[in-house]
Nanobody, 114 residues
Framework: VQLQASGGGLVQPGRSLRLSCAASGIAFSIYGMGWYRQAPGLQRELVAA???????NYADSVKGRFTISRDNTKNTVSLQMNNLKPEDTAVYYCNARLFGMTHWGKGTQVTVSS
């Protein structure tokens, strides 16, 4: 199983970034997919998730600014991040889950700073 995240970088407050995660080795369409993040000294936290049937949920801190989407034809899940804030700075991880199975990708760094 591989979950390859991309799209991180350094961005100024108020700007946007789009993260993408390409999955292989799993039956992507039946997995729930999610984005988590971990800032230095803090626990990893859920940012956004999308179920196999397309239902989404978001952390309160990102509601209205971030949008998660999935493309089952390309086995990808994306996170559109708008109006970024310095507190969004973290390593972002892609996650795939199905019942008791969970897979993690390597993270991608997002830094929001002027």
């Amino acid at each position: 199983v591989q979950l390859q995240a991309s799209g991180g970088g350094l961005v100024q407050p108020g700007r946007s970034l789009r993260l993408s995660c390409a999955a292989s080795g799993i039956a992507f369409s039946i997995y729930g997919m999610g984005w988590y993040r971990q800032a230095p000294g803090l626990q990893r936290e859920l940012v956004a998730a999308v179920t196999a049937d397309g239902a989404t949920n978001y952390a309160d801190s990102v509601k209205g600014r971030f949008t998660i989407s999935r493309d089952n034809t390309k086995n990808t899940v994306s996170l559109q991040m708008n109006n970024l804030k310095p507190e969004d700075t973290a390593v972002y991880y892609c996650n795939a889950r199905l019942f008791g199975m969970t897979h993690w990708g390597k993270g991608t760094q997002v830094t929001v700073s002027s």
